[in-house]
């Protein structure tokens, strides 16, 4: 089977894509170097939430104002289609307290003392394969 063409995606069915997904890739900044770490997240409004340890690298090197990029996947291995959604923006801590409940979101792995984080979309592309 053959590879279809690579279409750029729309911001509404990119949007909508990345509302599907629940874990993704981020890529920060981190002690001089780049990192990438996959987590868990939630999408809200234009705001992405992610919960990760208050003393892993993404909270202490992440946030700030170099920004960070963030990027989620779908690749169906049969029919060789899929889709990405990248998307760019700042990172900082969220004041818990302001969260509507429906917010709730658990680390992806056990963290006993985690930390909230929203990733502002400021740009945001998606493309399909197939």
Do not use: C
């Not at 999408?43 to 992440?62: K, M, P, Y």
């Not at 985690?114 to 998606?126: P, R």
Request: no cysteine.
């Amino acid at each position: 089977m053959t590879n279809g063409p690579l279409t750029t995606l729309g911001a509404e069915e990119t949007r909508e894509l990345l509302g599907t997904a629940r874990v993704g890739h981020i890529a920060y900044h981190s002690r001089g170097s780049l990192d990438m770490t996959p987590v868990n997240y939630r999408l809200l409004g234009d705001t992405i939430f992610i919960r990760t340890g208050e003393e892993g690298t993404l909270a202490e090197g992440g946030v700030g104002s170099q920004g960070v990029a963030f990027l989620v996947t779908y690749l169906d291995r049969l029919s060789q289609t899929g889709w990405s959604v990248k998307v760019r923006g700042p990172l900082w801590r969220v004041d818990e307290a302001s969260m509507p409940p429906e917010m709730e979101l658990d680390p992806w792995v056990g963290i006993h003392q985690s930390v909230l984080l929203g990733l502002a979309i400021e740009e945001m592309t998606g493309r399909r394969v197939g």
